[in-house]
């Protein structure tokens, strides 16, 4: 990793703690890590107050927020929401392969710039 590298993974680091502190002092617990703050982003585009999930729910969460958060930079469109209120997203262009460590700083990145796009940090 080149000098630029460091300093961008350093950058994201400290995005991240931020963002996560900010998410503890709103909902009274610390976010555990990626998939949590999906999750929350999940519940807040559904639009539905807390509530008990199915794991297949708690799936279709996890990808609405994925959807959502990659939506701001055209990876996905909101088309609007199924006959249970669910939204809905289709696909614009290819999401980038990336191994596993890549995929997380990617979503960490999106999930950044959603909060910032939303102001709620």
């Not at 890590?33 to 999940?42: A, K, R």
């Not at 519940?43 to 509530?51: A, D, V, Y």
């Not at 939506?71 to 999401?95: A, C, E, H, M």
Request: aromatic content about 10%.
């Amino acid at each position: 990793m080149d000098t630029s590298e460091e300093l961008t993974a350093k950058a994201l680091d400290a995005n991240w703690e931020n963002l996560i502190g900010q998410l503890e002092k709103f909902i009274g617990k610390r976010p555990a890590d990626l998939n949590s703050v999906l999750f929350l982003i999940g519940m807040q585009e559904l639009g539905r107050g807390p509530k008990r999930f199915t794991k297949e729910q708690k799936q279709d969460l996890l990808h609405i927020a994925t959807c959502s958060v990659l939506s701001l930079r055209g990876y996905y469109r909101f088309d609007g929401f199924d006959l249970d209120g669910w939204p809905q997203y289709s696909l614009q262009k290819p999401v980038p392969r990336h191994d596993l460590s890549e995929q997380e700083v990617f979503l960490k990145e999106h999930v950044i710039l959603y909060f910032e796009h939303h102001q709620l940090i």
